[in-house]
């Protein structure tokens, strides 16, 4: 049984930072592209970031230069690397391979 599971979420001030992960079971992360998206309280989901099998990353506009991807072959799990974080950035974070989801990790950002 694939199974995503996200970490990592919490309640950070403007400016801060926050690391979320993204552990897989059921599936090998280094051979499929990892996607994190998130979705804000009544709004449609919107991608955030993309790390391929061959490492290559993309990132959505809003989060350049401010959010990181990466992934740990031998933990099998994706990372997300999140600095200068803004209140716009409040979120649900959830990453996909494929058609696998995972739960979904609460982001707040507020002072």
């Known amino acids: 049984q694939v199974q995503l599971v996200e970490s990592g979420g919490g309640l950070v001030q403007p400016g801060g930072s926050l690391r979320l992960s993204c552990a897989a079971s059921?599936?090998?992360?280094?051979?499929?592209?990892t996607r994190w998206y998130r979705q804000a309280p009544g709004k449609q989901r919107e991608w955030v970031a993309v790390?391929?099998?061959?490492?290559?990353?993309n990132y959505g506009d809003s989060v350049k230069g401010r959010f990181t991807i990466s992934r740990d072959k031998a933990k099998n799990t994706v990372y997300l690397q999140m600095n200068s974080l803004k209140p716009e950035d409040t979120a649900v974070y959830y990453c996909?391979?494929?058609?696998?989801w995972g739960q979904g990790t609460l982001v707040t950002v507020s002072s």
């Open positions: 996909n391979v494929h058609d696998v």
């Open positions: 059921g599936i090998i992360l280094n051979i499929y592209a």
């Open positions: 790390i391929t099998s061959g490492l290559g990353t």
